[in-house]
């Protein structure tokens, strides 16, 4: 979360607060051995096998 510049002549009403989210991938460089895994159901649906790569989608609707 960060706070945007706002500037005195915007000509569209300011986001005061922006949000993003980084891909946990980011911060994994090597895939460590004995990883706990999700079962094979749960991995399709979330769409990874481990945890721990598992980042949700929040819409904001």
């Known amino acids: 979360m960060y ?3 706002v500037g005195p002549f915007d000509p569209c009403p300011p986001k005061l ?9 980011l911060f994994i460089q090597f895939q460590p051995m004995c990883l706990p895994q999700f079962s094979p159901y749960e991995a ?18």
């Open 3 to 5: 706070h945007p510049f």
């Open 44 to 61: 399709l649906r979330l769409g990874t096998l481990w945890p721990e790569l598992y980042s949700s989608y929040e819409p904001k609707c």
């Open 17 to 25: 607060v922006k949000t993003y989210v980084t891909p946990p991938n």
